[in-house]
């Protein structure tokens, strides 16, 4: 398909907020990017880069309905010599497709939006923060836009693409979080539509994170919906634990997230020579290597939380202080190598980086 991208540049820029108050999602760019599906024989068009604006759905739209929704997160770097880099995009664009074939969206054409992505991130450069620790978050995402109470697959959909300057995910910034292992809710099954990056899967894990965060935790980890004891993720991120030396990750089993920084994190292990296992593991597992002295670190690692040390697990009466509740050093050195390479410090030694 070939696209013309429209743009009308707005003639009201925001102020910018200073770098400690960005925290996270709470600033939105300049502009924005969208694109409409007008049934089969339409299909994408109308591609547009607008004044970052409110939109107005008909409120029988099936997305506030039937939740026919998919997103992605990503991010961009300034780097000192004034580059500006992508983490990995095609993988967040791939991602999109998959999720939209679970939930029953269109396609998009992923090589178009990359190119649409650059040209928004030009417009809004400005806004790329450059202080440790902070990036530009980039949020593309699908609603279903058909007004029509049938809970059947929408004929109409938009796609938006949204920015938005960020600091740390969680107010701990680097430093450990506290995790609570979910025993009463599950998040997904197999067979449904964990593998997705969708809203429902994040509504679904909404009430414990609130009842959690009242007693002062960051987040909850989920174990799976079946036997209710094999570990999947947590709330915003993919969960690894270094045991006896060997780092082991929950595998990609058709119910968790296939995250990109997970995948990252596996390579950079292999490259160094560290070896890792994506397979099952239980909580009674980890609780015995707990006990045992060989459970040595554990990190969560998402778009958003970076890689983000977990410093104690609590699991029904038991608390599981790991590390001592400090960084462990391969967690420190994962940070340092991620985060140097995103920013254009380190040495892209894994091809990652996709200039704008
Ligand atoms: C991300 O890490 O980009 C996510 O989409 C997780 C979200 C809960 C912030």
Redesign the pocket.
């Known amino acids: 398909m070939a696209y013309s991208i429209k743009t009308q540049l707005t003639d009201a820029k925001k102020q910018k907020p200073a770098a400690d108050e960005l925290g ?2 709470k600033y939105y760019t300049d502009h924005m990017f969208m694109m409409d599906y007008n049934g089969e024989e339409q299909g994408w068009e109308n591609p547009r880069i607008i004044p970052y604006q409110p939109i107005s759905l008909d409120p029988a739209a099936k997305v506030f309905h039937y939740g026919q929704t998919v ?4 991010k961009a770097y300034r780097t000192a010599d004034q580059r500006i880099l992508l983490f990995r995009p095609q993988k967040n664009f791939k991602r999109l497709n998959l999720s939209n074939e679970r939930i029953d969206i269109p396609p998009i054409d992923e090589s178009f939006v990359l190119q649409a992505l650059k040209e928004l991130i030009q417009i809004d450069q400005d806004w790329i923060p450059t202080e440790k620790g902070t990036s530009l ?1 980039i949020r593309p995402f699908i609603i279903a836009t058909e007004p029509s109470l049938g809970a059947s697959t929408s004929t109409h959909h938009q796609f938006i693409i949204i920015l938005s300057p960020v600091g740390s ?1 969680y107010p701990e910034g680097i430093h450990p979080v506290k995790i609570y292992v979910e025993s009463e809710y599950v998040r997904a099954v197999k067979g449904g539509i964990g593998m997705a ?1 969708t809203a429902g899967n ?1 509504a679904a894990g909404l009430k414990a994170q609130a009842d959690v965060s009242a007693q002062g935790f960051a987040q909850v980890l989920w174990l799976d919906g079946v036997h209710r004891k094999y570990i999947e993720e947590v ?3 993919n969960v690894f634990f270094k045991v006896g030396g060997k780092v082991i990750t929950p595998a990609l089993n058709g119910s968790i997230l296939d995250g990109v920084v997970r995948n990252s994190i596996l390579q950079l292990l292999k490259l160094w020579n560290i070896p890792t296992e994506e397979r099952m593991i239980s909580i009674d597992e980890l609780y015995e290597a707990y006990l045992s002295g060989t459970l040595e670190e554990a990190f969560g690692t ?4 970076v890689i983000s040390p977990i410093g104690e697990l609590h699991w029904q009466d038991k608390k599981l202080v790991i590390n001592g509740g400090d960084t462990g050093e391969l967690s420190a050195k994962l940070y340092d190598t991620l985060t140097g390479i995103q920013n254009g410090e380190k040495s892209d030694v894994l091809e990652w980086m996709v200039e704008v």
């Open positions: 996270f999602g997103f992605e997160g990503l978050y995910y990056k994040y709330g915003s991120m998402g778009t958003a939380a």
